[in-house]
Nanobody
Framework: QVQLVESGGGLVQPGGSLRLSCAASGFIFSSVRMSWVRQAPGKGLEWVSSIDGGGRITYYADSVQGRFTISRDNAKNTLYLQMNSLKSDDTAVYYC?????RGQGTQVIVSL
């Protein structure tokens, strides 16, 4: 079955960086578009970024454009999200997602 396991979250100061990873299994990773979504405390799910199966086409929410970079390593079945210039508004649980499936999430807290 589909398994998505996120890692790399943590506490970071405003302006700092984090790199999230998502290890995928149970499906042909290179064939599917993958996404990152997030849920801030008390709010609904927000789409963050997506990448096509080949890793050539990327999409970003306006709120993260220019600060976040999505990428993937199909040889390792792993999805990444490089997050730079982090703001307090980026505080959320981050999930990688495929169609209707997502992992357990990794917490990102941006605070002094």
């Amino acid at each position: 079955q589909v398994q998505l396991v996120e890692s790399g979250g943590g506490l970071v100061q405003p302006g700092g960086s984090l790199r999230l990873s998502c290890a995928a299994s149970g499906f042909i990773f290179s064939s599917v578009r993958m996404s990152w979504v997030r849920q801030a405390p008390g709010k609904g799910l927000e789409w963050v970024s997506s990448i096509d199966g080949g890793g050539r086409i990327t999409y970003y929410a306006d709120s993260v454009q220019g600060r976040f970079t999505i990428s993937r390593d199909n040889a390792k079945n792993t999805l990444y999200l490089q997050m730079n210039s982090l703001k307090s508004d980026d505080t959320a649980v981050y999930y990688c997602a495929k169609d209707g499936s997502r992992g357990q999430g990794t917490q990102v807290i941006v605070s002094l």
